[in-house]
């Protein structure tokens, strides 16, 4: 079992906004990092360090976080952004990296 | 460009082992780490581990220490995971990835990725 928990699937309107959610004790200490995986592709780095976006990714994506639970947001999802998100960060002792579970985005 | 390339998709028996390899460009390869995840099939990332190309210390997640080996060869700018002997559940994509100190670890590169089947 992973130290990151993360809702399975969520769904959102097109052009709405979403907010993906990734839970774990080791997030009171470390930075949380954000992938976005398409089917049959590499994950690509989309949010690093809780807020930051490398170049690049478009600025509709946002990062938080707030005691145990690091949050990825989304304001007007586009059709593209149906896909795959995995957070990841260190484990509680810090000697590790840990991923999240996942959860498939759903554009409607 | 920097880019890590991973070498081609695998079918194997069980029992029979496997290196497969990652081949960073674009870049010191000595200057990052470079970490290896595994996807099962519909199912999420899990870190397998992280190797210094420079010196080749390396760590291991506990989940997979002793199962399969992460080695470097720095000269050719390549790194290697290796199973001794694979089992069907080792049946999975295989992604390197480049922990960016500069982006607090987060993996900012990340290979093609390397399908590995074991069947009998």
């Known amino acids: 079992s992973s130290e990151l928990t993360q809702d399975p699937a969520v769904s959102v309107a097109l052009g709405q906004t979403v907010r993906i959610t990734c839970q774990g004790d080791s997030l009171r200490t470390y930075y949380a990092s954000w992938y976005q995986q398409k089917p049959g592709q590499a994950p690509a780095l989309v949010i690093y360090?809780?807020?930051n976006r490398p170049s690049g990714i478009p600025d509709r994506f946002s990062g938080s976080s707030s005691g145990n639970t690091a949050s990825l947001t989304i304001t007007g999802a586009q059709a593209e952004d149906e896909a795959d998100y995995h957070c990841?960060?260190?484990?509680?002792?810090?000697?590790?990296?840990?991923f999240g579970g996942g959860t498939k985005l759903t554009v409607l | 460009e920097v880019q890590l390339v991973q070498s081609g998709a695998e079918v194997k028996k069980p029992g029979e082992p496997l290196k497969i390899s990652c081949k960073g460009s674009g870049y010191s390869f000595t200057s990052y780490w470079i970490g290896w995840v595994r996807q099962m099939p519909g199912k999420g990332l899990e870190w397998m581990g992280n190797i210094f190309p420079d010196d080749s210390d390396t760590i291991y997640s506990p989940s997979f220490q002793g199962q399969v080996t992460i080695s470097a060869d720095k000269s050719i700018s390549t790194a290697y995971l290796h199973w001794s002997s694979l089992k069907a559940s080792d049946t999975a994509m295989y992604y390197c990835?480049?922990?960016?100190?500069?982006?607090?670890?987060?993996?900012?590169?990340w290979g093609q990725g390397t399908m590995v089947t074991v069947s009998s």
């Open positions: 990841n960060s260190r484990d509680s002792s810090g000697n590790y990296w840990v």
């Open positions: 360090a809780t807020n």
């Open positions: 990835a480049r922990p960016s100190a500069q982006l607090s670890n987060a993996f900012d590169i």
